[in-house]
T-cell receptor
């Protein structure tokens, strides 16, 4: 079983739409959780960390459910510039990062 | 945060040759990580480079194919040896940094094409 699993998409949504990405992880002892954004032909960059209490950064909201081993990312009022691949990332107790396959988002004018 | 400079950014190489990728970090870090990202795939960890000791390789990756150097706390190299077209990929170096929820920072990546 993969350490991190996420729906690869693609998600094609109109501008202004709300879109949600989901991710599950297999290791219940995982310590830290992140969403990264990767633009085409670029390196991944941190979008936001994910905390048990949930956290929000502008149009982006991340949630963590430790009981279900589930992470989500919600993007409200989608912009064209949100088009990218979103990677779910989990860090385990050995400080190793595990990456999901990424979810592709295209925001359409 | 950490700023990572990786080079070359891209290269086209003949099969059977080797390419060395360099990674320079703007601060001292204990561990540096090398990943491979094949087209349409996510990142796969090749090895962890520790200063003063041999790199730790993940299953499926061996030192003879991917020798790594880590001469100091700010620099590392990854060599892709005896290349074949199957080695065509993006190679990324990464470090972990941050005060609370330490996150991964990446170099710009090296896009390798083997012909």
């Amino acid at each position: 079983r993969k350490e991190v699993e996420q729906d690869p998409g693609p998600f094609n949504v109109p501008e202004g739409a709300t879109v949600a990405f989901n991710c599950t992880y297999s290791n219940s002892a995982s310590q830290s959780f992140f969403w990264y954004r990767q633009d085409c032909r670029k390196e991944p960059k941190l979008l936001m960390s994910v905390y048990s209490s949930g956290n929000e950064d502008g149009r982006f909201t991340a949630q963590l459910n430790r009981a279900s081993q589930y992470i989500s990312l919600l993007i409200r009022d989608s912009k064209l510039s949100d088009s990218a691949t979103y990677l779910c990332v989990v860090k385990n107790t050995g400080n190793q990062f595990y990456f999901g396959t990424g979810t592709s988002l295209t925001v359409i004018p | 945060s950490a700023v990572i400079s990786q080079k070359p950014s891209r290269d086209i190489c003949q099969r059977g040759t080797s390419l060395t990728i360099q990674c320079q970090v703007d601060s001292q870090v204990t561990m540096m990580f090398w990943y491979r990202q094949q087209p349409g795939q996510s990142l796969t960890l090749i090895a962890t480079a520790n200063q003063g000791s041999e790199a730790t390789y993940e299953s499926g990756f061996v030192i003879d194919k991917f020798p790594i150097s880590r001469p100091n706390l700010t620099f590392s190299t990854l060599t892709v040896s005896n290349m074949s077209p199957e080695d065509s990929s993006i190679y990324l170096c990464s470090v972990e940094a941050g005060l609370v929820n330490t996150e991964a920072f990446f170099g710009q990546g090296t896009r390798l094409t083997v012909v």
